[in-house]
């Protein structure tokens, strides 16, 4: 699957904004929310290089988190037509104004967010528009969690035949194969 270079990066965004996401049943008994605080976000923008972020405040933070659970919800679906349906809404909202920019060492590359958006706003725009290519091209299986019981982590799929399973096969991916492993020896010696 061809994805061009600035959707790569909004579906990247996607998928860490989803990861810091507080989840039950994680490792060690949970994990906290990834996000506690406007410097936290503001420190999430600077690391994703999201342009035009200017002083952030609480409601800038409960606004990301929003816009956060309803990117898991376009995860969550199993159903095309819902998905489509959930993107359109958060596209919507944002108030997309397509524009064509070229900056920080980037080539030419379309901005979907407003100028002066608010960082939610950006995110629901570019990330969204994002995730409207993936439903358009039939790819929305793609979009998925990991599979590892104690993880769950969201991520994007690009393998040639839509075979991934783990948001990481060093770590959860291994983990889980060693433990069948050694489950599989302990049955044969038993």
């Known amino acids: 699957m061809l994805?061009?270079?600035d959707t790569r990066i909004a579906l990247d965004t996607v998928v860490d904004l989803l990861n810091t996401a507080p989840?039950?049943?994680?490792r060690e008994g949970g994990q906290a929310d990834g996000l506690p605080d406007v410097e936290t976000l503001h420190d999430f923008a600077r690391r994703h290089r999201?342009?035009?972020?200017?002083r952030l405040y609480e409601k800038d933070l409960r606004a990301v988190r929003d816009v956060r659970a309803r990117f898991a919800a376009i995860?969550?679906?199993?159903?095309?037509?819902?998905?489509?349906?959930?993107?359109?809404?958060?596209?919507?909202?944002a108030g997309t104004t397509p524009q064509l920019s070229n900056?920080?060492?980037?080539?030419?590359?379309?901005?979907y967010f407003a100028p002066?958006?608010?960082?939610a706003d950006h995110l629901a725009a570019d990330c969204g528009m994002a995730l409207a290519f993936i439903v358009v091209a039939g790819?929305?299986?793609r979009l998925r969690r990991c599979e590892a019981p104690d993880c769950r982590h969201a991520f994007v799929d690009l393998s040639r035949n839509r075979s991934r399973r783990y948001c990481s096969s060093r770590t959860c991916g291994n983990r889980?194969?060693?433990?069948?492993?050694?489950?599989?020896?302990k049955e044969a010696a038993g």
Request: glycine residues 8%; proline residues 2%; hydrophobic residues 40%.
């Open 3 to 5: 994805i061009p270079h």
């Open 116 to 119: 002066d958006a608010s960082i």
């Open 103 to 111: 900056h920080d060492g980037y080539d030419w590359h379309v901005h």
């Open 75 to 93: 995860f969550a679906t199993d159903d095309t037509e819902r998905a489509a349906t959930l993107v359109n809404a958060l596209v919507a909202a």
């Open 176 to 185: 889980l194969h060693v433990a069948a492993y050694r489950a599989r020896r």
């Open 23 to 26: 989840a039950s049943g994680q």
């Open 139 to 141: 790819e929305r299986e």
């Open 50 to 54: 999201i342009s035009g972020v200017g």
